[in-house]
């Protein structure tokens, strides 16, 4: 009788070790906000982080396994530029300018460089790669373009905390539009001094965001497989 109950305790810790561990497996889900800027490169800026204007986000990110991650984000922001700024005389005499709100979506893929688990200190930091597909909006008039699609890509680090729900990091897009038309600079049928070029049709506009951010570990329910 004696060894047939140390034999269930056992039984019944093992299970509840074997639970426990499955609880801390993947996957598991994080929600955040990021708050950086951005800026715009295209035919009045050249020059990256010029005319940068605060911008901010939300974020959640779905961890597969500790090197792969797929994640969604909604950020908004200010993109601006203006051919005063700069010491060309060209951009003087052009004297182009703008000023748009920004609203981002965008759906990514991440890799990690080192096995991550948020929560775990055997691996304080990782460095990450993403890329995806994204889709703007900016307000404006029927001239420029509202609507856009564009592909986001760029790096990023995150650290863990001694919270061992919550991370932090900082990350870096790069966002590739098909859009040459954002900045106002394009042609239009009333411009007839051919001699002087107002723009370069074969460079589109392009995006770019940074940010800081927090992130707390949402857990998925989960059931024992030992009981199904």
């Known amino acids: 009788?004696?060894?047939?109950?140390?034999?269930?305790?056992?039984?019944?810790?093992?299970?509840?070790?074997?639970?426990?561990?499955?609880?801390?497996?993947?996957?598991?889900?994080?929600?955040?906000?990021?708050?950086?800027?951005?800026?715009?490169?295209?035919?009045?800026?050249?020059?990256?982080?010029?005319?940068?204007?605060?911008?901010?986000?939300?974020?959640?990110?779905?961890?597969?396994?500790?090197?792969?991650?797929?994640?969604?984000?909604?950020?908004?922001?200010?993109?601006?530029?203006?051919?005063?700024?700069?010491?060309?005389?060209?951009?003087?005499?052009?004297?182009?300018?703008?000023?748009?709100?920004?609203?981002?979506?965008?759906?990514?893929?991440?890799?990690?460089f080192l096995p991550f688990v948020l929560g775990k200190k055997d691996v304080p930091y990782a460095t990450y790669l993403q890329g995806g597909l994204g889709f703007g909006f900016l307000p404006g008039d029927n001239k420029t373009d509202k609507y856009l699609v564009d592909i986001p890509f760029g790096f990023g680090v995150k650290f863990n905390t001694p919270y061992r729900k919550l991370l932090y990091g900082a990350e870096f897009l790069m966002i590739k539009t098909f859009s040459d038309n954002i900045d106002f600079v394009s042609p239009r049928p009333s411009d007839v001094n051919n001699?002087?070029?107002?723009?370069?049709?074969?460079?589109?506009?392009?995006?770019?965001?940074?940010?800081i951010y927090l992130a707390y570990k949402i857990e998925y329910p989960k059931k024992c497989p030992t009981f199904d």
Request: glycine fraction near 6%; charge should be positive.
């Open 195 to 211: 001699m002087k070029q107002r723009y370069v049709a074969s460079n589109k506009d392009w995006l770019s965001y940074f940010s």
């Open 1 to 112: 009788m004696h060894v047939c109950f140390r034999i269930l305790c056992l039984t019944a810790l093992s299970l509840s070790m074997a639970c426990g561990l499955q609880a801390q497996e993947f996957p598991y889900g994080e929600v955040g906000l990021q708050l950086g800027g951005g800026y715009y490169l295209g035919d009045i800026n050249k020059v990256p982080f010029k005319s940068t204007r605060p911008a901010a986000a939300v974020m959640y990110r779905h961890n597969l396994n500790n090197r792969y991650s797929a994640k969604a984000m909604l950020s908004y922001g200010k993109i601006t530029a203006s051919d005063s700024k700069y010491k060309s005389d060209y951009q003087h005499d052009r004297d182009y300018s703008f000023n748009r709100s920004l609203v981002h979506f965008n759906i990514m893929g991440e890799f990690n």
